[in-house]
């Protein structure tokens, strides 16, 4: 039981980022979504002058449930696109940072086609030689599902498929653990905390927004967003200061 849930003194914040490139033009949809190289660049470079260690999610499992103490940060990335690897990893090698990208492991070398219906712009995805890259330059790869489901309207059976099939296709492409799960669309149900936890993941991360406090599920860790629009000012806010903490759902 106790192993299920957080017991940090100081609230960490575990940061999630989708796109790190030029933001697409004005009225595409989910154009919040991108975050500029440069931005990403600064905010890495204002985290290592204020004493903050990036790190990946099995870096910060320790500093989550007690047994390390320290000024940390999360750095997630869903989906696992392309310009993550050719965009953020120069600034996250050079603080010395680790990440997790969320990779959806039927769409390795696709595009983001779960997005195509509501009209955002298909971008190429990490494929396999990709995130074996990705993970040679020390960063971590997670599962987001096989082919990025809505868990909440598919059948139980196809879920469990699903998280099943995303955590081994990856553990082979990447010759290690995939231990760390993000929900799709941030939408799940009980039952999927469930599946997540027999199928061996260690955390799971959600859309829920919140820096982590102590007794918090492990498969249900709240996140900050850091958007297109977020100025340095806010994202010392998000990070240091109470400002996500109540912007819970
Ligand atoms: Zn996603």
Known sequence: MSKRFTANIRPIP???????AAAPPKGSPFRSLYVAPEAFASQMAWLERLGYQGLSM???QPYLVGQKKGKVVGITF??????????????????????TCYAVSGLL???????????????????????????????????????????????????????????????????NP?????????????????????????????????RCHAQTDMLQLPRVPVLRSTILPVFWLKVATAYEDRRKK
């Open 78 to 99: 869903d989906d696992g696109y392309l310009n993550n690897l050719s965009n953020a990893l120069p600034s996250l090698t050079k603080h010395g940072f680790s990440s």
């Open 109 to 175: 070398g696709k595009t983001n086609v779960w997005d195509g219906g509501i009209g955002i712009a298909q971008t190429p995805l990490m494929n396999e030689s990709q995130l074996r890259q990705w993970v040679s330059a020390g960063q971590e790869v997670g599962s987001h599902t096989h082919q990025h489901i809505d868990l909440t309207v598919s059948n139980n059976d196809n879920c469990r498929l699903e998280i099943t099939i995303g955590k081994n296709v990856l553990e082979s492409v990447v010759k």
């Open 178 to 210: 995939v231990d760390h799960f993000c929900y799709p669309y941030g939408r799940y149900q009980p039952e999927h905390i469930g599946m997540v936890d027999e199928i061996g993941f260690v955390t799971a991360t959600t859309t829920q927004r919140s």
């Open 14 to 20: 575990i940061l999630v980022y989708h796109q790190i």
């Open 58 to 60: 099995t870096a910060l």
